[in-house]
């Protein structure tokens, strides 16, 4: 079946870029995603892409997905405290599909 | 408030017992999930509607679990005869079928405790 996996944990300085990444098994997917879950909260999206595309940016977030290695990555450009978060990486074969979820990495931001 | 809802937030329960959670979407929205997560991992797909119709149950966990939205609007995940496993966070999604980003909007969840 489909596995998603990442880090558990991550952890930078205010003002550093986070990457976090992603690899999946699924050759058929073809929407990507990150959420982010705060505490006491529902997961957010933040981004998505399609799988034929390479690379997506949006304001402080930089998206890259390598599809032959089945590697995706989020950057997170000038990290602030307010970015700690848990993080998922999702994919699904076609979108409303239901999604696969890979573990989360918590990001935990430094002043 | 026009985000998902979810009730009850917390539930604590005797193994043995039967429990009910709701979910309210988006109101426009005609696309619900369920989803369960355990401490440290990521959501696990367990069910989806478009509007009345289950159109996925298979990664239901037992016959234990059913759900049902029976008007298409709100929906509620069963769990009979609870077992110390099934204590985790149950999540509801919607979304708006339509070709686009297939973006699902979450519940805070409903956090089952099962003594």
């Known amino acids: 079946g489909e596995d998603v996996e990442q880090s558990l944990f991550l952890s930078v300085r205010e003002g550093d870029s986070s990457v976090i990444n992603c690899t999946y098994t699924d050759s058929s997917s073809t929407y990507l995603y990150w959420y982010k879950q705060e505490p006491g909260a529902g997961l957010q999206l933040l981004t998505y892409i399609f799988s034929n595309m390479d690379m997506k940016q949006d304001q402080r977030l930089t998206v890259l997905l390598n599809k032959k290695d089945k590697h995706l990555s989020l950057r997170i450009a000038d990290t602030q405290t307010g970015d700690s978060a848990i993080y998922f990486c999702a994919e699904s074969t076609w979108a409303g599909n239901m999604l696969t979820f890979g573990g989360g990495t918590r990001l935990m931001v430094k002043p | 408030d026009t985000g998902v809802s979810q009730d009850p937030r917390h539930k604590i329960t005797k193994r043995g017992q039967n429990v009910t959670f709701r979910c309210d979407p988006i109101?426009?929205?005609?696309?619900l999930y369920w989803y369960r997560q355990t401490l440290g991992q990521g959501p696990e797909f367990l069910t989806y509607f478009q509007n009345e119709a289950q159109l996925e149950k298979s990664r239901l966990l037992s016959n234990r679990f059913s759900a049902e939205r029976p008007k298409g609007s709100f929906s509620t995940l069963e769990i009979q005869r609870t077992e110390q496993g099934d204590s985790a966070m149950y999540l509801c999604a919607s979304s708006l079928f339509e070709f686009t980003t297939g973006e699902l909007f979450f519940g805070e969840g409903s956090r089952l405790t099962v003594l």
């Open positions: 109101s426009e929205h005609n696309r």
